[in-house]
């Protein structure tokens, strides 16, 4: 059963993005990736996907743990870069035709992501109330940025932190020391709505946030959405507020104070 009740005092909002305002849909990985094949062959990288897409794999599996490790943001251009040159080349990370692979990877998002529902009523009403933030997990920002412009996300938001943009990602607690800072408010006043237990609700609830777990992705199986099990060190913890859907963060603000952003 989802654990309800109201917080009084809150004066700022903060939200992930991908599976908590936005989804993308389930064929966009694999659109991804062939997308980043056709650039790669066309520039004469790979001649054998199966034994790319193993190198490729690998290193960027090095690369995440290393980040999630250290806290700092690591980039796509440098798991390409190694698999490519795994293969034989000698390239550096900062190739043009490494950059026009990793645009060609991103490319595949654009058409696929979509406001999760209820999303944009809840924006549009909350507007006007809360100065309100966004604090994303994403590796390279223009990408994130085109999104959120392309799905009319961007006046909503008096910040917008993207983690390939500071050099650190959540659960780190410079990304919501930054959140904090920009919304101009104390950290325990703003309410942070989330989808991965470890990034979203750890970090926000040890930088002194409220946290609000959102469990729209996880329910639904959505893609990237973080695996939850009942084994989740967050799941027997009655401390974390817990909701379904997007809108149902009013009936936690009921008993909120309202100001204007």
């Given at each position: ?15 992930d993005?991908?599976?908590t ?60 870069c ?6 034989g ?40 109330k ?39 990602r ?13 919304l ?54 009655e ?17 909120s ?5």
């Amino acid at each position: 059963m989802m654990k309800r009740k109201r917080i009084s005092g809150i004066r700022a909002i903060g939200f992930d993005l991908f599976n908590t305002l936005i989804m993308a849909n389930r064929q966009t990985l694999d659109e991804a990736i062939g997308r980043l094949m056709k650039s790669l062959k066309k520039d004469g990288f790979v001649e054998n996907e199966t034994v790319f897409m193993e190198e490729y794999g690998k290193a960027a599996l090095w690369h995440i743990e290393q980040s999630m490790k250290t806290g700092r943001e690591t980039h796509n251009r440098y798991w390409i870069c190694d698999a490519v040159n795994r293969a034989g080349n000698h390239v550096s990370p900062d190739d043009p035709r490494i950059d026009r692979a990793v645009d060609s990877y991103f490319s595949a998002f654009y058409p696929n992501c979509r406001l999760i529902p209820g999303v944009g009523p809840m924006l549009e009403e909350l507007k006007g109330k809360y100065p309100l933030g966004l604090a994303s997990n994403f590796t390279h920002p223009p990408a994130a940025r085109k999104i959120m412009e392309d799905l009319g996300l961007i006046p909503y938001f008096k910040t917008i932190i993207i983690s390939g943009e500071i050099g650190y990602r959540k659960p780190d607690r410079v990304v919501f020391e930054n959140l904090v800072k920009d919304l101009g408010v104390a950290s325990h006043e703003i309410l942070f709505m989330g989808d991965d237990p470890v990034a979203d609700i750890c970090g926000a609830s040890a930088a002194g946030l409220h946290a609000v777990f959102l469990t729209y992705a996880g329910e639904r199986r959505l893609p990237f959405s973080p695996e939850i099990s009942d084994k989740d060190h967050l799941s027997p913890d009655e401390s974390i507020l817990r909701i379904s859907t997007p809108e149902q963060i009013f009936g936690i603000l009921d008993g909120s104070r309202e100001v204007e952003s």
